[in-house]
């Protein structure tokens, strides 16, 4: 393949179009190319992007923000419904950072024993601080095995998602239960606090013999806000941002999308993600900071 040929090969894999297709478009004309010639061409090139920058980018990034991971597989991004796994983290202008991914065969313990050990070998065996997941504690103990040194919290939204079909005779739209235990879960300054005055609203509302919560309660070192002030979680304590990662790739991939163009729709995903980020890093280096106060040490820090 000459020059030219390569040119129009990378630009309408750039677009999504199938590579078989892009050889038959030029058949006869002063640019032909055979399918194998396509393909060989993608696989060098992308063999090439990968050494000469992409794994490195991500290790970096890691390095630098992976200390906090959001992990959710609940979306399903092909005709084959596989569950998407994506690494979630959070840069320094508090955008959401894909660190990587993976294609389940099903959400059984041993894919997330060998997921997990695949991603810390690829990522140089560096272990992160905090991980947060949308999951029951099934996962906690795939990731105690595998990140011994990681806490693993639960999504507190997901959590409180099911209050209102668990507790629909009194959780409710201006409800005086909502509030105090809404209270109790986000404003209580101590474990004592948080668990007397747990106890206290389980007495009040006549709920110390329902199961869901006593179950609840007896796992709130993963999911209360107070029993993990202690550990780094850089202000994020739900898997919302691995979701606005999924409804990032809505606009890239559907139901109908196949495991080959996803492979070519993600990377399009990706390099879109990075441009925002290099937006991001313009602005911030460009563009003037509003000042609250004016000072000489605040426009430093800006």
């Not at 809505?250 to 879109?272: G, H, M, P, Q, W």
Request: aromatic residues 12%; charged residues 25%.
């Amino acid at each position: 393949m000459n020059g030219a040929a390569k040119n129009l090969v990378e630009k309408f894999n750039a677009e999504g179009l199938l590579t078989g297709k892009v050889a038959a478009m030029f058949n006869g004309s002063d640019l032909a190319f055979s399918n194998r010639d396509c393909w060989n061409h993608l696989r060098n090139l992308r063999r090439k992007n990968l050494d000469v920058g992409d794994a490195q980018a991500i290790r970096f990034a890691y390095q630098q923000f992976g200390d906090v991971i959001t992990f959710d597989t609940t979306y399903r991004t092909n005709k084959y419904s596989l569950p998407f796994a994506p690494f979630t983290g959070l840069n320094h202008h508090l955008q959401s950072i894909l660190f990587g991914c993976a294609l389940l065969q099903d959400e059984s313990e041993k894919y997330f024993v060998w997921l997990f050990e695949t991603w810390l070998e690829a990522m140089n065996g560096k272990k992160h601080v905090s991980m947060i997941t949308d999951r029951d504690l099934a996962i906690g103990a795939v990731v105690a095995k595998v990140f011994p040194e990681t806490r693993h919290h639960l999504c507190l939204w997901h959590i409180r998602k099911k209050f209102p079909e668990k507790l629909a005779h009194i959780y409710h739209k201006n409800s005086t239960f909502k509030r105090e235990l809404k209270r109790c879960i986000r404003e209580s300054s101590s474990i004592k606090d948080f668990e007397d005055d747990w106890q206290r609203i389980m007495v009040e509302y006549s709920l110390l013999e329902n199961e869901w919560l006593q179950r609840l309660f007896d796992i709130r070192e993963s999911w209360t806000p107070v029993h993990n002030r202690s550990t780094f979680f850089a202000g994020v304590n739900t898997t919302q941002r691995s979701e606005r990662i999924n409804s990032f790739f809505d606009s890239f991939v559907n139901s109908t999308t196949t495991l080959r163009d996803f492979v070519v729709k993600f990377e399009k995903a990706i390099n879109n993600r990075y441009e925002a980020g290099k937006k991001k890093n313009f602005e911030s280096r460009h563009k003037s900071h509003t000042l609250t106060i004016g000072s000489k040490i605040e426009e430093h820090a800006a």
